[in-house]
Every structure is written in C-alpha cells, then in structure tokens.
C-alpha cells in the first residue's frame, strides 16, 4: 500500500475526549499524506457541527480542510471522485442521518466501483458519521443506521466505543484501500480516555473483550459497549460473571471473537441502539446460530435494539427508545437465572 | 351610485397609495405588525426557556427574519399551504399557530402540536395548513410541490407556499422540484429566505451565482428578489406570486434578502460573521422598526395603538408558557403511537 506513514509503536498516552482523539488522528493522518483532505460542511472555521475538526483549518488551509455547500449527495460522490482518482478524502455528515441523502453514491458507486471495473481501481474515501440519539434533536438527526451500510458488500464499517479506538480506527480506515465508513456516537464525542501519542492503528474487523466472564456474553457496539460494563459491573456484585465484547467493526464481522466467547459463557445478548428488527444483532445472532456456539447455548439468544419507533423529541419517550443499563441488567439476570 | 366628492378624493389618494395599503385593512395591517412581534417575543420567550432548562435539544430562532414570514403569509388562506424549514417557528406562527401549543411543543407536552414527538424542528400545524418544520435542508421544497400537484389535480384552488434557506439552493432537492414545477405549471411559490448564511458558510462562498432568485431562469419561472425586511414589499411579490399560481400560470421564485441576528442554533460562536454586520442589521434595518415607522407614516397607527399590542403579545407569551408548564407529559406506553396508522 501506498501510503507514507508507517505504523508506529504506541508512545505514551494522555487522556483525550473521543472528538479530540479524532482530530488528532485526522492531523497526524494531513502531516503524514499530502494526499489527505477533509471535505464536509462547515468543518472550517465552524470547526464542525460536533467541533471535531475544530481549527485544523487553521493549521492545513482551506484548501485541504474543505467547506461543501449543503449538498451531501455531490459532496460524498466528489470525495468517491477524489479518491478513486488520487487524493484520500475524508468525508464529514454533519449527522448520520444525511447519508440518507448520500446513499446512492455510497451504495452504488463507492461500494461497487472496484469490483464492477474488474480491480482495476480502489476507492480509498473515509465517511465520518455522528450518530445516535440522546440529544434531543428528535427523528431527523438522531438515528443509527450503521446496519443499512453494514448490508453492503464493498464498504467497510466501523463503530469505535472508545477515544483510543475513535483514533486508531480512524488511521486505518486512512490507510485501508476501501471505502470505510466511521459511526461516531455524539454522545462518546465527550467521552475522556487514555489515547497514545503518535500514529498507532486499530485493525479494522477485530472486536475487543473489553470484560472476561463465564456465564453470558454481551455483544455491545458503539455507546452500548459501556453501558454494557456498567451492567456487568453491577450484574458481578450479584454474582453473574458477565463477558463484554465490544464489536467495533460491524463489516466485516469478527466471527471468531464471538464465537469463542459463547462456547464460553453458552449466553448470548447483543445490545445495539439501531431498530432491533433486522439489525446488527441480527447478524450477530444467526452468525451464532450457525457456528458450532449453537451446541453450546443453553438459553435462546435475546438482543436489546432500538425500539420501532423514530426517535421521539420528549427526552423520556426518547431515553425509552433505546436499552438502557437497567434492560441490559434484567436481560442478562433473566438470561442467566433461566427465566426464559 | 353617485359618490361624493369627498369619498371619491380618498379613493384617488387611495390609488396612489403603496400597495400593501391598497390592499389590506388598516386591522390587517396591524394584526400584521402583531404577528411580527408575536414571532420575536416568542422566539426570545422559547430562547429564554431553552437557558432555564426548560426546552432541550436545540433551536434555531428567526429573530431579524419576521418580515418573510408574516408578508408571505398575508397573501395565503388558511386553506393554502407551507412547507417550512428547521428556522420555522416564525413561519408557523404567521400560518396561525396558537403559540400555547407551539411552546408546549418545546416543551415536549402531551398539548404540543406534535404531542411532544417532534420538538422546535418539527412544529406543524396541519389544520391551519403548515405541513411541517424540517431537519432535513430543502425537505420541504418537494413536498410543497407535491401538496401544488394535490391541488391542481383536486381542483381545490390551494397554493402551496415552500419556505427555505439559501443553504438549500445547493441541495439536489431544490433543482429537482422546481423543473418539476415548472413543467407541470404547478401552484407553487418558492420562498428562499436568504439570510447570508448556511451555518457558517457565506452564499458567496457556497453558490455559484450571486443571487438565489438567479436560479429561476434555469426552471423557465419568474425569480424576484426583494428586500425581505420590508413587510409591505414581501407581500406585494407574495401576492403576485400567489396570484399567479391561482391563475394557473406556474410557480414563482421569491428570494427574500434578510439575516438572522443569533447564531445558527445554539451551539454557534458566531465566527463566520462580525459584530459590526450583526450591529449593522439590527440597528439600521431591523423588520419591525422600519414597519413600525411605515405604519406610522401613513396613520395606520400611534404610540398608544403600537404600546397596546406590545402589551398584548407579552400577555399571550407569559401565558403560553404557563400553558406549556402545566400541560401533561406524554406517556411511555404510547411511544409506539402513530408509527403507522391503526386499522380499524
Ligand atoms: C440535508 C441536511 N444537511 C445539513 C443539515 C445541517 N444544517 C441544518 S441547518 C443548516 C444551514 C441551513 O442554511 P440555510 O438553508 O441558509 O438556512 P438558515 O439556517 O440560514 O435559515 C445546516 C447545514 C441538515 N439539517 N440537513
Ligand atoms: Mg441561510
């Protein structure tokens, strides 16, 4: 691969929020590559809906931290252009939610350029998308449609649950040769953690264990991978040893990891904030169902999803639309103490 | 009938009146200059809230924008309807929203124009013909185009009204809907409310051409660019252009040239812009000052009328927002409500 920076050992680490990680992955990624741009709406002296470009403007220009007029469906399809051509774009939604209007050069183009041409070209373009609800901004800019992109063969897609993982994430989808497309939870932008200095990666299709157990395995992505470790947190005390897997990569899924762990534990429970029905945990789930973890089960698979419902603006039928630490408690005891 | 000298002597001085003072009743345009404080007082009532915690998420208040809403809307019925944008409330309030509801909106209240599922980027009024704020930029536009095809096909002699910023112009949605509209000769007026600004990025920076209204040539229409901070001229082109769409003759492109004075929403710090042009609006143009003064102008009003209708409107805001506090919280167990409509 073509690319100027080389994976470095991980040097010291501070604590940054998830949005800082990010900016500092998109600087080292502008000083390391010429060919790297930033393209979306008001990311320059704005400094970006969530204020995750901040000031890079100031540091790289205009001509490289790049303002789009309001026009996501030309916008995305220039970055495809940009980056099947040469440079390597990076792309800013102000919310996940105007993909919507994106979709046909994601889904037709970005995705299936390289294979429809027979290789001959690869599309090396990075799509930021702030996702999730929790703000109050209601059923337009508080969706999480990572599953519809994770349908698509020839993307990439990635949920980092952490500012470590926001930041390495983002450098190896800057490096990969393929189209990858990053959810942000806006609520994790002000999530601190400790991040290394310097450019390290995190692989793109590998989940994390974030917590060893025996007796069930939760499958969390994105913001419910630490509601997941608080449930578990508490579910110890009650003496339910829970293990917590964060996915982080939804496409191309690590089978391996979740397998492993449910011929562990013989319990499943995937939580993911996207609409429950014909969503993440339910590939993860027939992914389970498949493998030799079935022999294993002893206790029906439950996933906790998003509700089927949009997003509603009052903030307590919003808090209901997705689980919440207390479901995850009472799926897992009910999981465990053989309820169901 | 005869007329006397006198009465025919007013109708001549009548005749060489401006229009808008042709046009309406001395009540009307004062119920006019009630509307436009009406929107400011409650956008700085909603903004107020918002500071207290009562409201959450985030807004994006029309203060500085009053005069396009209210003179648009002069030339409509309640039968007609708009479309309108994330920036809506003005919009909605000059449609003929009652503001009771719309702060119990905000304030996420069983009571709300939306029972509380949609918040200030969704406020509607279906009954008084606003179909509905947007968080999507250029959502509305055909949408307002499809509530024109509606009316010609349905004969209902409706016009469609579609409210937008001049962010929006650089969606595909905008082009799409105004060839459509064009084509089909649609009852349909375009209202580009040009306030300078997408967020943070200039017209100049963000269009290819100088003015909105320029794009009109490109779908065979009439595009017209007026100063939107002057009501009476917002409500001459309104009414031309409403005309126009009654009379079956197609859609128009308004391009009022107006400014926000806040920020874009409430997480804005005003980088893009300077404190001197912020001043400069608000001082030497601001919509109800200059309308003020026009109505005094021609006797349409004095201080003790304009102190009147201040007081009035502050009462109809103090008590909306009692209205909102009072008001019931939806309940948890009808959250999957109106996903889809229940068959009997
Ligand atoms: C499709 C889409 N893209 C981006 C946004 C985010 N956004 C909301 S308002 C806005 C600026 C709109 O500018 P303009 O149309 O001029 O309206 P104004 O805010 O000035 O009233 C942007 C970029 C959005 N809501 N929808
Ligand atoms: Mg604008």
Known sequence: ?340 | MARSTKARGQTAAKANQPFLYRHYTPEQLREALRKMYLIRRFEEGAEESYMRGLIHGTMHLSIGQEASAVGICMALTDEDQITSTHRGHGHSIAKGADVKRMFAEFFGKTTGYCRGRGGSMHIADVTKGNLGANGIVGGGIPIAVGAALTAKRLGTGKVAVSFFGDGANNEGAFHEALNMASIWKLPVVFVCENNGYGMSTSVARSTAVPNIADRAAAYSMPGVIIDGNILSKVAEAANEAVERARLGQGPTLIECKTYRYRGHSKSDRNRYRTKEEIEQWMTQHDPISLYEAELREFGVIDEAGIAAIRADVEREIAEGIEYAKASPAPEIADLEQDVYTELA
């Not at chain 1, 932008?189 to 157990?213: D, Q």
């Not at chain 1, 509601?227 to 579910?235: I, P, R, S």
């Not at chain 1, 029906?300 to 603006?313: C, D, F, K, Q, S």
């Open chain 1, 1 to 340: 691969m073509n690319v100027a920076v080389e994976v470095k050992a991980e040097t010291g680490a501070r604590e940054l929020t998830y949005a800082q990680a990010i900016q500092e992955a998109m600087a080292l990624a502008m000083e390391a590559d010429e060919r790297v741009v930033l393209m979306g709406e008001d990311i320059g002296v704005y400094g970006g809906a969530f204020q995750v470009t901040g000031n890079l403007v100031e540091r790289f220009g205009p001509e490289r931290v790049i303002d789009t007029p309001i026009s996501e469906l030309g916008g995305a399809g220039v970055a495809v252009g940009a980056a099947v051509t040469g440079l390597r774009p990076i792309f800013e939604f102000q919310f996940s939610d105007f993909a919507t209007l994106a979709m046909e050069q994601i889904v037709n183009q970005a995705a299936k350029m390289r294979y429809m041409l027979g290789g001959a070209v690869s599309v090396p373009v990075v799509m930021r998308f702030p996702a999730g609800s929790g703000t109050g901004a209601a059923a337009q800019h508080s969706q999480s449609l990572e599953a519809w992109f994770g349908h698509v063969p020839g993307l990439k897609v990635v949920q980092p649950a952490t500012p470590h993982d926001a930041k390495g994430l983002l450098l190896a989808a800057v490096q990969d040769p393929d189209p990858v497309m990053i959810f942000e939870h806006k609520l994790l932008y002000k999530m601190k953690g400790e991040v290394p200095e310097g450019f390290y990666t995190v692989p793109i299709g590998k989940a994390a264990v974030r917590r060893e157990g025996r007796d069930v395995t939760i499958v969390a992505t994105s913001i419910m991978v630490q509601k997941a470790l608080d449930a578990a947190a508490t579910l110890a005390g009650e003496g339910i040893d829970a293990e917590v897997i964060d996915l982080r990569t939804i496409r191309p899924m690590d089978r391996k990891t979740v397998v492993e762990s449910v011929k562990k534990t013989s319990r499943l429970l995937c939580v993911y904030e996207g609409v429950k029905t014909l969503g993440v945990g339910a590939e993860i789930s027939a992914m389970v169902a498949e493998s030799e973890a079935f022999d294993y089960l002893d206790a029906p698979i439950v996933r906790l999803g998003g509700a089927e419902t949009p997003i509603p603006y009052n903030p307590d039928l919003e808090r209901a639309t997705v689980p919440q630490v207390e479901n995850i408690l009472a799926a897992a005891r009910d999981l465990v103490r053989g309820a169901r």
